[in-house]
């Protein structure tokens, strides 16, 4: 049972919320951006109005998840004085206290989520590291896990690139991830993750190590200007197969996008390379790879203002593109993050997509 003291203490939390958060202001000014939504000629400018929309929703979302911290709470009081007279089990008290404690503790992981690409759509791509069979076993493994993460969070995946491996599992994956606050929280994933386990794969069932590579960057939609020099582009066709090799083509409407340019990081030349089977269209994946090329030249962007800002905000802790992140270790049951040291013994829960803990571990210890 629940003290008064916890209580007490998660009321405070609520209304801090309402202070940080300025949710009587962003009340106000919902009404306002509505306002400007039903102008006769909204939609003349589809971008203007796209962006105008996006506003809306992120205020929308702000204020409901606000409410829903409120009445969370006023359950949770209603229950606590109705325990004073009875009418209510002490169960039913902490299962009230544990709602309220679960909507808050996700709106202030929101509140760690500031930044203007937090908020975006993400690609999310995993490529099996150097050891065959096994390598590739685990990059499917991870595909399940985010798909699954996914599922819990009500979120909309569609497989972009998908290249099967040799004998079992993937050489690479590529999905858009579409859901609120998608990018903000898989960016946490973004780096190398290794797997120890006795591999199946082994003859003489020895401990084996493997690695993939997990890259998040957020999916930018055309009201976000990119420059793109149309020189620096070349196109590949092939013939490609969906996942599990369904629709498999017979003509070549896979497309392989090939950028050259000077990387704005390291002032070097430098070359990006998607690949994208999304569709049977040509001209659908097309676009669609030229989407994930303006996506992965805004995170080259995003980087390099971060970079200015560690330098002016110096002794801030950084973390590295590609570095490794976590270890998945099955045979000792355990799953260590190595930047936050957050770890759990749940293995078979965190590979079935359980990654909140993991994920808020990161934004606390990294909310820039």
């Known amino acids: 049972m629940i003290t ?25 000014q919902l009404k306002e951006e509505e306002m400007r939504t039903q102008d006769p000629d909204f939609w003349q400018d589809a971008k203007a109005a796209e962006a105008q929309m996006r506003k809306v929703n992120g205020l929308k979302r702000w204020i409901s998840g606000y409410e829903a911290v409120a009445s969370a709470m006023e359950e949770l009081q209603l229950a606590f004085d109705y325990y004073k007279e009875e009418l209510v089990s002490e169960e039913e008290v902490d299962t009230a206290y544990n709602h309220a404690l679960e909507r808050i503790e996700s709106l202030e992981m929101q509140n760690m989520l500031s930044h203007e690409e937090d908020a975006m759509p993400a690609v999310l791509k995993i490529v099996a590291g150097a050891g065959g ?38 050489k690479t994956v590529t999905f858009n991830i579409e859901g609120d606050m998608a990018y903000g929280y898989l960016k946490s994933e973004n780096g190398i993750h290794r797997l120890v386990r006795v591999s199946p794969y082994n003859a003489q069932g020895k401990r084996m190590t493997s690695f993939a590579s997990v890259f998040v960057v957020p999916l930018v939609d055309d009201s976000i200007e990119i420059n793109i020099d149309p020189a620096g582009i070349s196109w590949d066709t092939f013939r490609s197969s969906g996942a599990g090799g369904q629709n498999v083509n017979k003509v070549e409407s896979g497309v392989r996008l090939h950028y050259k340019f000077i990387n704005q990081l390291t002032g070097q030349p430098d070359e990006i390379v998607i690949e994208n ?9 097309r676009e669609n790879a030229l989407r994930h090329l303006r996506s992965q030249l805004y995170e080259i962007e995003m980087e390099k203002r971060r ?6 905000e ?31 013994s749940n293995v078979n829960a965190v590979m079935d997509g359980d990654l909140d803990a993991f994920i808020k571990a990161y934004l606390m210890q990294f909310p820039d």
């Open 133 to 170: 069979t096994e390598a590739q076993d685990w990059a499917s493994m991870l595909m399940r896990m985010y798909q699954r993460y996914c599922e819990k969070h009500d979120y909309k995946v569609t497989i972009a690139n998908y290249q099967e491996g040799d004998e079992a599992g993937i």
């Open 307 to 312: 970079q200015a800002q560690a330098q002016v």
């Open 4 to 28: 008064l003291e916890q209580l007490k203490e998660l009321q405070q939390r609520k209304e801090h919320l309402f202070v940080y958060l300025h949710i009587e202001e962003k009340r106000e």
């Open 277 to 285: 089977t999304e569709t049977r269209d040509q001209p659908k994946n």
């Open 314 to 344: 110096a002794g801030k802790k950084k973390i590295e593109w590609g570095s490794q992140i976590r270890s998945y270790v099955f045979d000792d049951r355990r799953v260590k993050d190595h930047r936050t040291n957050y770890q759990t």
